[in-house]
């Protein structure tokens, strides 16, 4: 059972469903397109209706992420962004908004910064814990032990081609919720949701999740609330980038007010 018990992401979930339909968990990268403006842009996500904040630490070597991040990563990196600065934009942004801030990292950032020296410097900085895409949880013993101490959340995720086993496996370490990824591929604005989705989040209830999260794919207020209608939250990343890139923090807050219509449906 996906372990809620000091969670401050999954209690911001619950709260979602019992005031709307559910949450909506919105991504963008520290750094881009400069790291003034992406502390901006995250608080103008809480402000338009984003219960909890992902945000990605660049990363020359992604294995998830699609065209989109990857250019706006590339463009962060181009222009000097340091594992610190996620500390940095971190604190910023919670001493402005009240919303959970998951990081989303590769394995690799976090080993070479020293994973004791990371999470002490997240926890600090007020984070909420970490999203981890690239490791399984029978090879993050030292994570787990480490979130246990200083008592951040632990985001694993769960794909369709999971066996039974992995989505226990990933529902008895996740703390805050289950990260199910509707469809195999990376990140992107699709024009519909994977089926596979909803059968996916079905597997982890049955495996003992309590709260899921489903990504990838989702870019409209129509399939955020599509989404809802059988998970806990919807975590909507391409399209929230896309609009920083083309509008601003204007662009991005207009976009994150039409993706949390879907939460009121």
Not at 57 to 64: I, Q, R
């Amino acid at each position: 059972m996906t372990d809620t018990t000091t969670s401050p992401v999954a209690a911001a979930v619950a709260a979602a469903r019992e005031t709307r339909t559910g949450a909506l968990v919105g991504y963008l990268p520290i750094g881009f397109p400069d790291l003034s403006t992406s502390i901006d842009a995250a608080v103008a996500l809480v402000e338009a209706g984003v219960d909890v904040l992902e945000l990605g630490l660049p990363y020359s070597d992604p294995v998830m992420d699609g065209t989109v991040i990857q250019a706006a990563t590339q463009q962060a990196l181009a222009n000097g962004f340091r594992v610190t600065h996620v500390f940095e934009a971190v604190k910023q942004i919670r001493a402005q908004v009240d919303a959970p801030a998951l990081v989303m990292t590769y394995w690799n950032p976090v080993v070479q910064f020293g994973l004791d020296r990371f999470a002490d410097q997240l926890a600090e900085a007020g984070g909420a814990g970490l999203i981890t895409p690239d490791i399984t949880p029978d090879s993050a013993a030292d994570w787990i032990a480490t979130s246990e101490r200083t008592g951040l959340d632990r985001v694993f995720l769960a794909a369709p081609t999971s066996t039974d086993e992995r989505l226990r496996q990933a529902t008895a370490a996740s703390r805050g919720f289950v990260y199910a990824v509707s469809t195999m591929g990376v990140t992107s604005a699709r024009a519909s949701v994977d089926d596979a989705a909803r059968v996916l989040v079905g597997r982890l209830r049955d495996a003992g999740a309590d709260s899921v999260c489903v990504g990838i794919g989702i870019s409209t207020g129509e399939q955020v609330g599509e989404v809802l209608s059988y998970a806990d939250g919807a975590i909507v990343g391409s399209m929230l980038v896309k609009s920083l890139a083309d509008g601003g923090v204007a662009g991005v807050r207009a976009a994150a007010e039409s993706l949390a219509a879907g939460t009121r449906r």
